[in-house]
Each structure stands twice: as C-alpha cells, then as structure tokens.
C-alpha cells in the first residue's frame, strides 16, 4: 500500500464510526496522488495534495466500483462513505486556499460521473489523468475545450 493510502486508512479510522470498521488494507496504490503531488503547484503542500486526491479518488470509486482502502458491506454505506471522501478531499483543497483546483475536482467528480452514466469508463479514467495533472500543474491550453467537447458542449 502507498504511504498516501496508508495515510488516508489512518485518518479515516482516526474518525470512527462506521467507516473506521470498514478500512482495509489497500487494493492499489496512490498513483494519481502522486501525479498531483509532483507538479509545480503543489510544491511544499505534495502530501497534503497527494493526500486529498486519494480520498476524492476513493470516494468516486465508491460511487463506481469498489474503494481500496474503504470497503463497506453496505451498499448504501458505500454511497455515504464516497460522498464523505468527496467532501474530506474538496475540504482539504480549500482549506490550502487552491479555489481553481477545487473546481478542476468538482469538474472531474461530474465529468467523470456522465462518463459513467454515458458507459464510457475509457473517458472516465481521461478525465481523472487530465483533471489530476491540472491539480498538479495547472492546465494544458486546449484543457477547456476538451472537457467541453467530454459535456458533449462541443
């Protein structure tokens, strides 16, 4: 398990209640927290930014999956639990005072959810790799266009 996994298991037993009970040794690692804790924006905050996608991530595949630190027996639970990530991780970025990449999240959590309600997984995993990289970096010139033509807006 990544140390950023391990980091978000300990937080989330940390909390208690239901959700604690439900942590488990990771299934994956945090790669995608590692992308955006690489990037120039993030200097000197990476495991807080490396930190607060992973719990984003986890939520999202708790809504479309399965978690890998978060593995609840409930299916509604597992809604609860994804929508619980969601907010820790949004949270965390505003609280870093990162107001645009709180958007690019809540753009990736929506763009990738029509991915799904659309059955197209392969842009889902697109949008997460480019949502990530903007996190990190900031976006690529063409990054507006592309999540327009992903909304079907052009």
Do not use: F
Request: hydrophobic share 45%.
């Amino acid at each position: 398990m990544s140390e950023t996994l391990n980091r978000l298991a300990d937080e989330i037993r940390g909390g208690g209640g239901l959700l604690a009970h439900a942590v488990t040794p990771a299934s994956s690692d945090g790669a995608l927290g590692d992308v955006a804790a690489a990037g120039s924006r993030a200097a000197g905050q990476e495991a807080a930014y490396a930190l607060l996608v992973e719990a984003i991530r986890e939520g999202y595949l708790l809504h479309y999956a399965s978690g890998r630190v978060v593995r609840p027996d409930d299916p509604d639970l597992s809604l609860l639990a994804g929508d619980r990530l969601y907010a820790l991780g949004l949270a965390r970025l505003a609280e870093l005072g990162d107001l645009e990449a709180v958007g690019e999240l809540a753009d990736v959590i929506s763009l990738a959810a029509q991915a799904h309600a659309e059955d197209d997984p392969d842009r889902a995993t697109a949008v997460w790799e480019a949502g990530v990289r903007v996190v990190g970096s900031g976006p690529a010139p063409d990054h507006e266009d592309t999540k327009a033509r992903w909304r079907g807006v052009r």
